[in-house]
């Protein structure tokens, strides 16, 4: 029943409608804009010439450097080096046997002369030691007397026995036995002799265990450390004062391996100590390291600085006299008083290694390192990069000399070196650089 009136009610479908075609005016528009598209493409391409296409690429690849003209000027290399203030001689003193210090008569800063006593360490040992030694010596020499005339004994009674055997009165047997008798006393006196040899080495010992049991100084110089005291049980190796020889001082330096070539013997120095940095110092270039060290590639240097050759209590009056003077002299002239150099300083040394008055000069910056250690550097010519390998010769702060490879005049790129290569095209840009590169503020150390 329910079914019958829904298909009563039901509507016809109704067939779907088509998109109308275009008529024949809307097609002609098509065409005409079509072609207008045409002919605006076609001008645009008959516009552009080959020319202005390709140099629009190449203003694109020029890479923007800048740059300057070289030329000729003065030229100073100076080294500036840092190090520590040393002396030659320092020592660590200790006891050469055990024992307990019983005397200790220095003080720290005290100045000694060579063999002088520092320390005393307790005796009682070594004497006892001694008076043993030399007990036994005495024995084994009384021995050795004992067993020698038992020897000449028997060697007077074989003589006088052998003329006798020779007639026969004397039966051989009994004259083998007493030839056996004489070379047994004969070993007896070469053992003796052997004890008595031993007996005096121990006596030695004894007697050089009692002379170490004072503690002298090595060397003259001054104390630095006193590290026991009076009681103290020392033994072998463990330090009891730091001695240091406080003349004929020097500083020591490491120079880079492209300086070091140019260093020699007697270079004059200026040096300047950290805690007086208003005093300077005249050092000179005294030892060279014979090789580098292979981990820094860096050469050890020594300059020598002025100061006191003195040694001993004489020498001390006489600088104690000396500096009273010195000080005298200065507070009346109200000048600084003398510069007291002490192991330990770190100081500043200035070094001229070298000096050109009419070199070609050019700017650090521009000097580029291969990977076999030679330099090169990039020119302009005719608007182009160009690779040219150079020689170099001094430094200074900034400025290269250039031995070979460029003229005075040649156009070297400072900056903007990263990706060039020969032949690419270069746009310098920036202010007009100066013919020779002038050098840049020095720092204070530099300038002084």
């Known amino acids: 029943m329910t079914r019958s009136r829904r298909c009563a009610t039901a509507r016809p479908r109704l067939p779907a409608r088509r998109a109308p075609y275009p008529t024949r005016a809307a097609l002609g528009c098509i065409v005409v804009g079509l072609s207008a598209v045409a002919a605006m493409a076609g001008c645009d391409k008959s516009g552009s010439s080959p020319a202005a296409a390709k140099a629009a690429p190449r203003a694109s ?4 450097v800048e740059a300057a003209t070289i030329g000729r000027g003065a030229l100073t290399m100076v080294g500036d080096y840092i190090g520590e203030v040393r002396s030659d001689q320092s020592a ?13 008569d220095i003080r720290l800063g005290d100045r ?8 005393r360490i307790d005796d009682v040992p070594a004497r006892q030691q001694l008076r043993a030694a030399q007990s036994d010596l005495q024995r084994a020499n009384a021995r050795l007397r004992a067993v020698r005339v038992g020897r000449d004994n028997l060697i007077a009674d074989e003589r006088r026995k052998r003329p006798l055997a020779a007639k ?7 004259m083998e036995e007493l030839e056996a008798r004489v070379a047994t006393a004969r070993q007896e006196v070469a053992v003796a002799e052997a004890e008595v040899g031993g007996a005096e080495g121990r006596l030695a010992t004894a007697r050089e265990t009692l002379r170490r049991t004072t503690v002298v100084a090595p060397f003259g110089g001054r104390i630095e450390a006193r590290l026991a005291e009076v009681g103290t049980w020392v ?10 020889r406080d003349c004929d001082l020097y500083l020591r330096v490491t120079v880079p391996e492209q300086e070091a070539i140019r260093l020699r013997l007697g270079m004059v120095a200026a040096v300047r100590l950290n805690a007086l940095p208003d005093r300077d110092l005249t050092g000179l270039v005294r030892r060279l390291a014979p090789a580098l060290d292979p981990t820094t590639r860096t050469l050890d240097v020594d300059i020598a600085l002025p100061g006191s050759a003195c040694e001993g209590a004489e020498a001390e009056k006489a600088e104690k006299a000396e500096k009273a003077d010195e000080a005298e002299k200065a507070e009346k002239a109200d000048t600084a008083p003398a510069i007291v150099l002490r192991p330990g300083m770190v100081a500043h040394a200035r070094v001229e290694l070298g000096n050109a008055s009419d070199a070609i000069l050019v700017a650090d910056q521009a000097v580029q390192l291969e990977r076999d250690g030679s330099h090169y550097v990039w020119t302009i010519a005719v608007g182009k990069a160009v690779k040219r390998a150079i020689s170099v010769g001094l430094r200074d702060v900034d400025r290269v000399e250039v031995t070979a490879g460029l003229a005075p005049g040649d156009v070297v790129i400072l900056r903007g070196q990263d990706k060039l290569h020969d032949g690419v095209l270069v746009r310098q840009v920036g202010a007009s650089m100066p013919a020779i590169a002038p050098p840049r503020a020095q720092t204070r150390a530099q300038r002084e």
Do not use: F, K, M
Not at 112 to 119: C, E, H, I, R
Not at 235 to 244: A, K
């Open 61 to 64: 690849e020029a890479s923007v």
């Open 92 to 104: 660590a003193i200790s006891a050469d046997v055990p024992g307990r210090v019983v005397a200790i």
């Open 112 to 119: 000694v002369d060579a063999g002088a006593t520092l320390a």
């Open 168 to 174: 026969e009165l004397i039966s051989a047997r009994e």
């Open 235 to 244: 033994q072998p190796g463990l330090p009891l004062l730091r001695l240091v």
